[in-house]
């Protein structure tokens, strides 16, 4: 599966579905727990667009499969878009 770039909304709203005990949302530096109960630190600039790499690395991060961000992004949950 190609994974979409993402804009900094879109990848804070991916934090707040996948993530857990975050500390740090709408900062550059979100630290919190995946879904597995590990910790996790991610740093991303609001002022640009993470890539296909950067997207796969914080997936693996936060515990999310391909099939499961596909549905998450393609479906009703992404930034409040409907």
Not at 6 to 33: D, H, I, M
Request: proline letters at 6%.
């Amino acid at each position: 599966m190609k994974l979409p770039s993402l804009t900094f909304k879109e990848w804070q709203a991916l934090v707040r579905a996948f993530g857990s005990n975050l500390r740090g949302l709408g900062s550059p530096v979100v630290v919190g727990k995946n879904r597995r109960g590990l910790p996790f630190t991610i740093h991303y600039h609001p002022g640009r667009r993470l890539d296909r790499r950067e997207v796969s690395v914080i997936l693996k991060r936060l515990a999310v499969t391909p099939e499961e961000f596909a549905e998450w992004y393609y479906g009703k949950r992404r930034c409040g878009r409907r």
